[in-house]
Every structure is written in C-alpha cells, then in structure tokens.
C-alpha cells in the first residue's frame, strides 16, 4: 500500500504547485524511482490516475526516471554503479557499501499550464 500513499502524496503537492503558480491543470509529473526502491512505478501512476480525478491533476502525465544504484567503496571512496551480485570496487577490489542513490522516490518537478 506504500505506492497508494506515495501517489496521494504526489496529488496533493502537484495540486499545490499548481495552486501557488495560479495554473489551472498540472500537465505532467517529474519524477525518479531508484532500481532498488520497493515501489513499482506502474502501480503508483495507476494509483495517482484514481486520485487525480476531480482535481488539476486528473490527466497528468507521468516523465520517469530510473535512477541507478551506487555504492561507495570504504577504501578509497570511489562511487560505483552496483552490478548484478558484485559489490566490488572497480579500482582497489574492496567491497562498497550502498548509498542512497537507487532507493530515492522522490518527484522533482511539477509541469503546470
Ligand atoms: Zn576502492
């Protein structure tokens, strides 16, 4: 259900972008989903779709960005792009830890016309 809250979330921040920019219908949503976050896009565009009706939001789009998972190596503080089942550093082969990047859910930027 978390995908449900994060849509009615985004309707109502949308709704108030649009409100204090004086538009009248919020066109499109930026937004970024990490590979690793446990929210599935499609599933809270459906959800936002159910909330938006009735409100600026109803018709709005949604611009997707899938944000990559990285990891920081605790030897030399490289930033990498995790692999599947390697953790490994490319430069000195230690094991990275995760950062945030991959795990945001996060909507940038609201588009208002
Ligand atoms: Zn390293």
């Not at 809250?5 to 949503?29: F, I």
């Not at 190596?73 to 990047?101: H, I, M, Q, V, W």
Request: negative net charge.
């Amino acid at each position: 259900m978390h995908e449900y809250h994060k849509a009615v979330e985004w309707v109502n921040q949308a709704n108030e972008e649009a409100a204090k920019r004086g538009a009248e219908k919020v066109t499109a949503l930026n937004v970024i989903f990490g590979e690793s976050s446990d929210y599935s896009p499609e599933v809270v565009k459906g959800y936002f779709d159910e909330a938006a009706v009735g409100t600026a939001c109803e018709g709005a789009k949604f611009n997707i960005t899938v944000s990559r998972s990285m990891l920081k190596c605790p030897e030399c503080g490289n930033l990498f792009e995790k692999k599947l089942l390697d953790y490994r550093c490319p430069s000195c082969g230690a094991e990275g830890n995760p950062t945030e990047s991959g795990n945001e859910v996060e909507l940038t930027s609201v588009e208002v016309e």
